[in-house]
C-alpha cells in the first residue's frame, strides 16, 4: 500500500506539468500526445488525480462517510467521461471522422479532468461566498445536494435570489463559465485533429455532440440522484 502511495505521489509533477500545459493549450497538448505508448493509461491517471484534488477541497461539505463519498463519486465521474466520450465519438464518425474510440476516449478523460478542477474551483468560489453571506441558504443548499432535492430548490428561484450573498456568488461564477466556454472551444480542435475533418463537419460534428448528450446528461442527472439519495438515506 506504502509502496502504491509513493508511486502515486511520485506522478504528481507529472500530472501539474500535464495540466498547465491542457489548461494553455489543450489542441496543442491532445494532437502531440495521440500517437505515445501508455496514453490510455496516463489519461485515466489524469482524471483519477484530478478528481482528488477536487474530492479533497470538497471534503469539508461532506456529511456521510468519506469513503463511499470517494469511491461513489469516482465511479460517476469516470461513467460520465466514458458515456461523454462515446457521444462525442459518435458524433463524429457521422460527419466522417476517422478516429479510433479509443483516442475519443483519451482525449475526453484528459478533458474531464480539467472540467472537473474548473468545477471544483467554481463550487468553492460559489459555496464559499454563500457560507458567508447567507448561512441559512448555504445550509439549505448542501442539504438539497445531499438528500436530492435539488431540483425542487431550483424550481423557486425567487426565493434564491432574493438573496443578496446567492447573487453575488452567481456573479463570481460567471468568470468560471466563460473560461470553461472558452477551453471547451479551444479544446474542440484536437478531436477535428484526431478524426482529419473539415472545420464545417467539426461544426456539425459539435451540434450532433449536444444532441447525442442529452441521454447521456439525463442518465447521469438520475444515477447522481439515486445516489445521493440512498447516501442520505443510509
Not at 461532506?62 to 466520450?85: D, P, R
Not at 464559499?128 to 453571506?133: F, H, N, P, S
Not at 482529419?196 to 447521469?220: G, K, Y
Request: net charge positive.
Amino acid at each position: 500500500m506504502n509502496e502504491l502511495i509513493e508511486k502515486g505521489l511520485g506522478l504528481f509533477p507529472q500530472y501539474f506539468r500535464d495540466l498547465i500545459a491542457l489548461l494553455t493549450g489543450p489542441k496543442r497538448f491532445v494532437a502531440g500526445r495521440l500517437h505515445e505508448e501508455g496514453l490510455f493509461e496516463r489519461s485515466l491517471l489524469f482524471l483519477a488525480f484530478s478528481y482528488a484534488c477536487g474530492f479533497i477541497l470538497k471534503a469539508p461539505t461532506y456529511s456521510g462517510n468519506l469513503m463511499v463519498e470517494l469511491g461513489a463519486g469516482a465511479a460517476f465521474t469516470l461513467a460520465q467521461a466514458v458515456g461523454f466520450g462515446i457521444a462525442i465519438w459518435l458524433a463524429w464518425r457521422a460527419v466522417g471522422g476517422r478516429g479510433t474510440l479509443g483516442d475519443s476516449l483519451v482525449i475526453s478523460f484528459y478533458y474531464a479532468g480539467v472540467i472537473e478542477l474548473l468545477a471544483t474551483f467554481m463550487y468553492g468560489s460559489f459555496i464559499g461566498t454563500l457560507r458567508a453571506g447567507d448561512a441559512s441558504l448555504y445550509t439549505r443548499l448542501l442539504d438539497a445536494a445531499r438528500n436530492g432535492t435539488m431540483v425542487q430548490l431550483l424550481l423557486d428561484p425567487d426565493s434564491l435570489l432574493d438573496s443578496r450573498p446567492f447573487r453575488i456568488a452567481l456573479l463570481i461564477a460567471l468568470p468560471f463559465m466563460a473560461a470553461f466556454a472558452t477551453w471547451v472551444i479551444a479544446g474542440w480542435g484536437a478531436y477535428r485533429v484526431q478524426h482529419r475533418v473539415a472545420r464545417l463537419r467539426s461544426a456539425i460534428a459539435f451540434c450532433l455532440f449536444v444532441v447525442f448528450s442529452l441521454p447521456v446528461a439525463a442518465l447521469t442527472f438520475v444515477v447522481a440522484n439515486g445516489l445521493v439519495t440512498n447516501g442520505s438515506a443510509d
